[in-house]
């Protein structure tokens, strides 16, 4: 059976696999469609919201900047791992015994405050669809790459997809789907590194393959890190191992701010909080805190494996090799994009290099070079480097590049989609309950009735993957930027006053409000000066990406400030902190 | 019941600073502070640092909330606070 065949075959029983799950879960109230009747197993929230955090980007590209940058990477592993034990020691337990449906929920109770209430719900709005437009994108690249169909094309398929599942089954039916994406995007990720590692180091852990030696080839007998090592040098990169220093190397106080953002942004995301409303207990949300990172850390333990195996493979089977011996995957990817390569010196061989081969990301011309190469009319730069490589390839090429069955190559695709599919899932339901739960019936109409609250919840999910999909079709050129906004924008305003409002009584209203806002204005203002007017990142040379840390920092500050200068909240909230830190009576704390 | 209540506040504040700074220490000390000192050590291939920051820390998170879950459990029903 043909590639071709095989993927269609995969990827068409896992979106049957997940309608169905998806019907089979269908609901009927608000509490099931919002956090799922607050019945779901700890293990199967663990796997739903490990299939609900790691994103197309996780599966498709972390492993592959984790491979450019080397120890600079380790900020994505510890940061969108670290995140988790702040939710589980911090949040997570104290939430589901507060147990209503949505993060502004609990900011508008615990704060007494519609204002409070507002701008939680502005900034969990902007934070999903943000990240959503991304899912949808990736949807479409993975059709486009493994089936073959328009990228547009294949974003519609996604939104209907998505649609389907989400509008019929809610918080139950997206649940359930993701526990079948997890499983289904875990085995494609980490089958091919298996083979990989086993091929190059002997070892069928990748864990340990990648502290391992090379088995065979002129590098045979040496530890796999060491020569990385000695080809960076080489190269003129930077060490792979080394921190701190050589070219594109961050500085330890930016390391230190960037991880710190990512971990605290992680606890501050609204569709990873709300899946902790989803258990019976407190004790399954601490339980399931723990599955939930044990399921992801499979991935993320596996993923710098695959970063180095893949590094060591590409500059093996490409540096110095004449155009004409490459292996046959060369032209394979080379059509989609994702290599290139121009012949700066006119000798036939690839060269590489530190540095980048041309400006921006290649756009090719009709025409072919005098090797069969295809040839770009980018502006060339004057470094030796010869030879284009995109993030994305080092997790979709690798099967190809160990020779793996075509079913395997498949299977990464499925994963790749399962992994886009179940993220986008989740905050597509955050942003239909902030929207028909929070501003609907909590501001404007107290006296909906269910049948009406649902079916606002419904038609909600059709307009949020309206506008996810507009933006997957024409993504606004500042995507990737606005990412880095999501994450700063979640440390520095859902963290701290959630933090607070559970371990702080005296927290106040004024306090709050006054710290979101100072917390998210400093944060945007830096991203906006930083990304887009063109300045130099002028405190302490912290990059945008991990300016959150510092926004963060500021609202616990004036928070806590303003709280001591303004009357402390009333009786009952005080109750209420008291009564949520106490596990007993969580199964009925749900109410309307 | 107040006291215990007080006590069971009290305890679980101790088991989450002594969780959250071995969190801090294996994450922000090994992995990112110190890591350029630890990587004058080695654990097979690994520069020791190198492996902090890539996949000890992770492993020790995930080691850190069944910790912190198992103690939790221990603390609810002595102090009867379990479901």
Known sequence: ?592 | MDQSRQQYWKTNKIYMFVLLSLWAVVSYGCGIVFVEELNAFHLAGFPLGFWFAQQGSIFIFVLIILAYFLLMDRLDKKHDVHE
Not at chain 1, 100 to 124: E, H, I, M, N, Q
């Open chain 1, 1 to 592: 059976m043909s590639l071709q065949m095989w993927t269609y075959l995969i990827v068409g029983v896992t979106f049957a696999l997940y309608i169905g799950i998806a019907w089979a879960a269908r609901v009927k109230d608000t509490k099931g469609f919002y956090v799922a009747g607050g019945g779901v197993p700890p293990l199967a929230n663990g796997m739903a919201t490990a299939a609900d955090w790691m994103s197309a980007a996780s599966f498709i590209s972390m492993a592959g900047m984790i491979s450019f940058m080397g120890y600079s990477g380790s900020i994505y592993l510890m940061g969108w791992t670290g995140g988790y034990v702040l939710l589980a020691l911090l949040l997570a337990p104290y939430l589901r015994k507060f147990g209503k449906f949505t993060v502004p929920d609990f900011v508008g109770d615990r704060y007494y405050s519609t204002a409070a209430r507002l701008v939680a719900l502005v900034c969990a709005i902007f934070i999903s669809l943000t990240y959503v437009a991304g899912q949808m994108r990736g949807v479409g690249i993975v059709f486009s790459r493994f089936l073959e169909v328009d990228v547009n094309t294949g974003v519609i398929i996604g939104m209907i997809l998505v649609f389907l599942y989400a509008a019929i089954g809610g918080m139950k039916g997206i649940t359930w789907t993701q526990v079948a994406q997890y499983c289904v995007l875990v085995t494609a990720f980490i089958i091919p590194v298996v083979a990989i590692s086993a091929k190059l180091t002997g070892h069928y852990i990748p864990q340990l393959g990648f502290g391992g030696t090379i088995t065979h080839g002129p590098d045979a007998g040496t530890y796999l890190l060491e020569t990385l090592n000695k080809i960076g040098t080489d190269l003129g990169f930077a060490q792979y191992t080394t921190a701190f220093s050589g070219p594109g190397a961050k500085t330890m106080i930016d390391v230190f701010a960037i991880t710190l953002c990512l971990m605290v942004g992680t606890a501050g995301l609204p569709h990873v909080i709300i899946r902790f409303y989803t258990v019976p207990t407190v004790r399954a949300a601490r339980l399931s805190a723990f599955y939930a990172l044990f399921f992801i850390a499979l991935l993320y333990t596996t993923a710098p494996a695959l970063g180095a195996f893949a590094r060591y493979t590409m500059v093996n089977a490409l540096h110095l090799v004449s155009y004409d011996a490459v292996p046959s995957w060369f032209g394979n990817w080379e059509k989609t994009g994702l290599l290139a390569w121009v012949d700066k010196n006119d000798d036939g061989i690839i060269t590489y290099h530190e540095g980048a081969v041309f400006k921006g990301k290649p756009m090719f011309s009709e025409d072919q070079g005098k090797h069969g190469q295809r040839l770009v009319h980018n502006e060339i730069t004057d470094n030796s480097n010869e030879l284009y490589i995109d993030n994305d390839i080092m997790v979709l090429a690798t099967p190809e590049i160990a020779q793996l069955s075509p079913w395997v190559i498949a299977l990464v695709a499925a994963g790749a989609l399962a992994a886009a599919l179940s993220t986008a899932s989740g905050l597509l339901l955050v942003i239909a309950s902030s929207i028909s739960h929070d501003l609907y019936y909590r501001i404007i109409n107290r006296q909906a009735s269910e049948k009406k609250r649902l079916l606002v919840g419904r038609i909600m999910i059709g307009i949020g993957v309206l506008v996810a999909g507009y933006f997957g079709i024409n993504p606004p050129g500042f995507v990737a930027q606005v990412v880095a906004l999501a994450f700063g924008l979640a440390s520095a305003s859902f963290f701290p006053i959630i933090v607070l409002g559970i371990f702080w009584k005296r927290a106040t209203k004024e306090g709050a409000i006054s710290g979101m806002i100072s917390g998210i204005g400093f944060t945007i203002v830096y991203i906006v000066q930083t990304k887009f007017m063109g300045m130099a990142p002028w405190l302490m040379g912290i990059s945008p990406e991990g300016i959150g840390s510092v926004g963060m920092v500021i609202n616990f500050a004036v928070t806590i400030l303003v709280s001591c200068m303004t009357a402390a909240p009333p009786a009952s909230v005080q109750d209420m902190v008291e009564n949520v830190r106490i596990p007993r009576g969580a199964g009925s704390a749900v109410d309307h």
